[in-house]
């Protein structure tokens, strides 16, 4: 399973980036599909996930109502469309797999996956 995400920029406070995160070896009903994201100096949080194709998606409260994520299931693609970025949105962006599909409690927790995007860097800086 390989996973090549896309789309990071830099970009002036309250604007806007798209990410993609393209599939091969596997469809997107592999199991849960989720973004990540890393800071500086800070551990790898969970920001959204699509537990699987009948489950609504989850965030992290610091993204909720401005990021959304969404799927391509004829394109094997998943997206994150990221609005209002704020300052401390700055990070690298990954995008991850696993086989199945997690519980809630786990669904934004990066141990619980296996395949992991290369990452991508989001900057936002005025």
């Known amino acids: 399973v390989q996973l090549q995400a896309s789309g990071g920029g830099s970009v002036q406070p309250g604007g806007s980036l798209r990410l993609s995160c393209a599939f091969s070896?596997?469809?997107?009903?592999?199991?849960?599909i989720a973004w990540f994201r890393q800071a500086p100096g800070k551990g790898r949080e969970g920001v959204a996930v699509i537990r699987s194709r009948h489950d609504i998606p989850n965030y992290a409260d610091s993204v909720r109502g401005r990021f959304t994520i969404s799927r391509d299931n004829a394109k094997n693609t998943m997206y994150l469309q990221m609005n209002y970025l704020k300052i401390e949105d700055t990070a690298v962006y990954y995008c991850?797999?696993?086989?199945?599909?997690?519980?809630?409690?786990?669904?934004?927790?990066?141990?619980?996956?296996?395949?992991w995007g290369q990452g991508t860097l989001v900057t936002v800086s005025s």
């Open positions: 070896g596997a469809t997107l009903d592999f199991g849960s």
């Open positions: 991850a797999t696993r086989n199945g599909r997690l519980i809630m409690s786990a669904a934004l927790s990066a141990t619980h996956y296996h395949y």
